[in-house]
Structure formats: structure tokens, C-alpha cells
């Protein structure tokens, strides 16, 4: 069966990773995705860090990751001709992925709506930092805005509040936004399989951000209490007691120690008594929940050291295998080694222009019936322009 986009074709005009994900979401799923960028190229080409240490549009390892499988079209949307390209483009096309802001729109005279309704057929997907309307619409933002203005930055961070809140890495604003802008494609796609009609669909990574926030909303929504951030666990309304856990090879186990759940307690407490480490857990006064809160800190001290005398991947292992939520903390580059991720086929290698082989993560969905689709380079600035254009001039012919 084909992949479960082949055949659509999509225009993207992105200056973000938001616009960027999107389309590379689209792209590995079967679509045919064309990057309009200027003539000095995408702004995602001079962010690093870079292939080899070498500065150049070619060898930006983001913009690698963010536009693989697509084609790259220099066309400046700036200039008249620029323009006419991304119309005409746009006359053949099934959604156009646009990340400009209202005032970036008019300064080059680019109408959404009147483009939608200039192709019937066409969705016109806009993924802006404040949507299209309201107050702030044409503000600036940036990842680290977008989370910091839409809430969930002030749940990420430490312990100790004199530290200010610390940004999770991952652009995690941007893709939620570009995650939202999925489903919102999605939707329209159906509505025009049913009505034969396009739309403009609106998403600001600002309100993906709102409602991104976890715990923080329903505290807040009913009870009006503020979460505060806690390392590693998740932000509460008072503080929980530490879940890492220092292991033999000086990495760490992350372990939620819930008291509450006597099935786990149990678990732990004969997994502790194999190592000879359960002391008096096992003693009958801990079934007693009650008895086991007002033991709390030796309960700690004692999971603390029972980690110590075991490195974390046999901590990480032999506690799932008594059915306790347990995790390493990995490093990124420790995911190569990763023997779940080689068992899936996660990593792929993919030749470079310079014939260099490069490990990709794989396609973002498994199916048991759509075809994979390889994965690809990243196209070199103005890769496809002629053949785009060539195609393009003989459609208007």
C-alpha cells in the first residue's frame, strides 16, 4: 500500500522549526514537499551546530534534520517573480504551509484567504507564533518565548528556586505547535474529502503552549493553586520527595517511590530483599500505609543506597523486571548504543551530497499496511528549482 500522503503536494514557505517540522512530517509519510526559500537560503541553513565544523548553508545539521525528503526551490516571495512562483505553485498544490505573521504577509502582498479562494481545492495551513488575529499577532517570539509566554516553562526547573526556570530542550514549543497544526491538516483533509473545499487553518504556537502545561491548568482551574518545579519529576503544588537515584557507575535511575501503591511497595520490597538490602521493610508494621509515610526518610535512605551497589542498566532492568516504573537517564549520544531503539530499526543511514553515510532517527509513525518511505538527504539551496520550474512553465503553457 502506498505511504498515506503519496500524492499530495505541499508548498511550504516556513522560516521556523515549527513550519519546518511540519512539513518534514508530511514529507516522510509519502507527500511531495517543495521548500520555497530565498535566494540566500532558508534561515535554517545558519543554525548550527554544522557538519565537520564547517559554517556553510550545506552543512547545518539543523537544517538537515528539519528537511529531509524535501525539495529545495529558490524563489524570493519578496519580488513580483517570487511571488508569481509561489501562486502558480500554489495552483497545483494540495496545502500550502505558511509561517508568516500578518504584517510579513502584506509587506510582500500575500493574501491566505484570497489564495484559498483563488484554489478551491487548496488548505491553507498558517503556523504563526500568535495566529493570524488578536493584539500580539505580528510579536516575536522563539521557542523559548513561546513556552515562557504560554506557561510551561514555569513548571521546568530545580529544586531550588533560587534558580530561575530552566527551558526544556527539543524546540518542544515549535513542535507542539507544529504537532497541533497536524491534527488541524488532518481534520481539513477530511472536510475536503467530504465538501471539495480547502480551508485556512490557524495555529499559534502560543495556545498549543497553554494547553501544553500539564498539571499546572487543572490546579489552577479549580483549586487555584500554582505548581512549583521540582528536578526531574513533575511540578506539584508542594514538594514530592527526590525520584533520582545515583547508581554504582555514577549514572542515574529515575524511580517514582510511591508509598501509596501497595502492590509496588511490595515489588520493591522484594526485589530489595534478593540483594540483602530490604533491612526492616519487610517487617509487618510497613503494610500499614500510615506507618510506611511516617518512615519516609529511612524508606530513602535506604532505596538510596540499594542503587549504589548496582549499576543503573541492571537497576533499570531488574526493576522492570519486577514491574517497577524505572528508568535510565541516558545521555543523547548513549541512543546510538541503545539496544531497544537497534532492535526497532529506529536509526537510518542516509548519504549525504559529500557521499558521507549519516544515522537518522527513522519515520516518526510504524504502520502494518502504508509503505515506509526511504529517508532522504536534506536538498542542497535551490536543489529542484529548474526541474520545479520547468514543470511549472509547462503546466502554464
Known amino acids: 500500500m502506498a505511504p498515506p500522503y503519496a500524492g499530495l503536494r505541499v508548498i511550504e514557505l516556513s522560516d521556523d522549526p ?151 530542550g527539543g524546540n518542544q514549543g515549535y513542535h507542539s505547535a507544529a504537532s497541533f497544526a497536524h491534527i488541524g491538516l488532518l481534520l481539513a483533509l477530511l472536510e475536503r474529502q467530504r465538501s471539495g473545499v480547502g480551508q485556512l487553518v490557524d495555529v499559534s504556537m502560543h495556545e498549543a503552549c497553554a494547553v501544553n502545561i500539564e498539571l499546572a491548568n487543572p490546579y489552577w482551574f479549580y483549586p487555584r493553586i500554582n505548581v512549583q518545579r521540582q528536578t526531574c519529576r513533575h511540578a506539584q503544588p508542594s514538594p514530592t520527595q527526590s525520584a533520582l537515584f545515583r547508581s554504582a557507575d555514577d549514572r542515574y535511575v529515575y524511580f517514582a517511590l510511591i508509598l501509596s501503591d501497595p502492590k509496588a511497595w511490595a515489588s520493591l520490597v522484594d526485589w530489595m530483599e534478593e540483594k540483602g538490602m530490604a533491612a526492616d521493610l519487610a517487617d509487618p508494621a ?65 548519504e549525504e551530497a559529500d557521499g558521507a553515510r549519516v544515522k537518522y532517527p527513522g519515520p516518526s509513525y510504524v504502520f502494518s499496511a502504508f509503505a515506509a518511505v526511504p529517508r532522504r538527504r536534506a536538498p542542497m539551496l535551490g536543489e529542484h528549482t529548474d526541474e520545479v520550474l520547468a514543470r511549472l512553465s509547462e503546466a502554464g503553457s
Open 286 to 350: 510497613y503494610a500499614d500505609l500510615a506507618y510506611r509515610q511516617a518512615q519516609f526518610p529511612e524508606i530513602q535512605s535506604l532505596v538510596e543506597c540499594f542503587f549504589l551497589i548496582q549499576t543503573a542498566e541492571e537497576a533499570y532492568h531488574e526493576g522492570q523486571a519486577h514491574g517497577l516504573p524505572i528508568g535510565v537517564l541516558n545521555a543523547p549520544e548513549d541512543l546510538f548504543e541503545d539496544e531497544h531503539l537497534k532492535a526497532r530499526g529506529f536509526w537510518v543511514e542516509v
Open 18 to 168: 515549527g513550519g519546518d517540522h511540519i512539513g518534514r512530517l508530511l514529507a516522510e509519510m509519502g507527500a511531495l514537499v517543495i521548500k520555497l526559500e530565498p535566494p540566500g537560503g532558508s534561515p535554517a541553513r545558519a543554525v548550527g551546530p554544522f557538519a565537520g565544523g564547517v559554517v556553510g548553508p550545506e552543512t547545518s545539521l539543523n537544517f538537515r534534520f528539519y528537511n529531509g525528503d524535501k525539495q529545495s526551490v529558490v524563489a524570493d516571495v519578496a519580488t513580483p517573480a517570487g511571488l508569481a512562483v509561489l501562486h502558480g505553485l500554489c495552483a497545483d498544490a494540495d496545502i500550502f504551509i505558511s509561517t508568516l505573521q500578518p504584517a510579513a504577509l502584506a509587506a510582500i502582498g500575500l493574501d491566505l484567504e484570497a489564495l484559498r479562494a483563488a484554489n478551491p481545492w487548496l488548505i491553507v495551513l498558517s503556523v504563526t507564533a500568535f495566529g493570524l488575529t488578536g493584539p500580539w499577532a505580528d510579536y516575536k517570539s522563539s521557542d523559548l518565548v513561546a513556552l515562557a509566554a504560554g506557561g510551561p516553562l514555569n513548571s521546568c526547573g530545580y529544586d531550588d528556586h533560587s534558580i530561575p526556570p530552566i527551558r526544556p
